[in-house]
């Protein structure tokens, strides 16, 4: 005979063990899951091809030691209390605190100490840099020992070739004839086209800006042809130009 106390406590035991187990695995399938939990030293690691998710609105955020956020990824939020979907990443409390580098939307930055841009992508022409400005130009002040050009038809006076990363292109252009009552003419040319106005020139020295203006279409990265082409529509003499600042931007 089986002993008194392992005797089930009922014919209908085993049923209403096997009822009650269903219902706690029920329960278990429908809960969330890690509402709140902690991870020690030991780390978390997704072996194989698994994966983390965040989802919902939710974000990464890590924290220094005082609990100041270094890092924000998913939900971040703006100056003005609005959130977008991006990431961002801070400086250290030692180097201000401030954003270091920024992601919202698609649009990637990278900001100094001041809180200034000093690389980013263009996104109004989709397109290659909006920052950094680089080139530093400097030419002779002497307008005597400026290339020239005494043809009556244009002829290339200076030329020059850029890749093209930017779509926008700023040049100052200074510019005389040699002779007194001669006059000129001067143009700005990328692969063929004129960018910006013909400019006049008569026989004292100034300056022109051409530009911003937009570039030929090409391909990212393409090298650009540039020109500036001179003429003599007055007089003798040549017409003479040199390029004091030259840069591309963006849109």
Not at 119 to 134: H, I, K, N, T
Request: with cysteine; glycine share 14%.
């Amino acid at each position: 005979m089986i002993p008194s106390d392992q005797r089930p406590p009922g014919n209908d035991w085993l049923v209403r063990r096997i009822t009650d187990l269903e219902r706690q695995v029920r329960e278990l399938q429908a809960g969330r899951r890690l509402e709140k939990a902690t991870i020690g030293s030991g780390g978390l690691t997704v072996a194989g091809t698994g994966g983390v998710t965040v989802k919902d609105d939710g974000k990464v955020t890590v924290l220094d030691h005082t609990g100041r956020e270094l890092i924000v990824l998913g939900r971040v939020g703006l100056s003005d209390g609005s959130t977008v979907p991006g990431m961002v990443v801070y400086r250290t409390e030692e180097e201000g605190g401030y954003v270091a580098m920024s992601l919202y939307h698609g649009i990637m930055a990278i900001w100094d100490r001041e809180g200034n841009i000093i690389f980013s992508s263009d996104e109004v022409s989709g397109q290659g840099l909006a920052r950094p400005w680089l080139p530093v130009t400097w030419a002779g002040s002497d307008w005597t020992q400026w290339p020239g050009t005494t043809s009556t038809t244009f002829a290339m006076v200076l030329e020059t070739a850029v890749p093209r990363q930017q779509p926008r292109l700023f040049v100052r252009l200074r510019h005389t004839m040699d002779t007194s009552g001669a006059s000129g003419e001067l143009r700005l040319m990328c692969n063929g086209v004129q960018l910006g106005p013909t400019v006049a020139v008569g026989f004292a020295v100034g300056y022109t800006d051409i530009g911003p203006v937009a570039l030929p279409a090409a391909a990212f990265g393409e090298i650009m042809g540039l020109s500036v082409d001179g003429r003599r529509t007055a007089g003798t003499g040549a017409v003479r130009a040199t390029v004091t600042a030259s840069w591309t931007q963006q849109s």
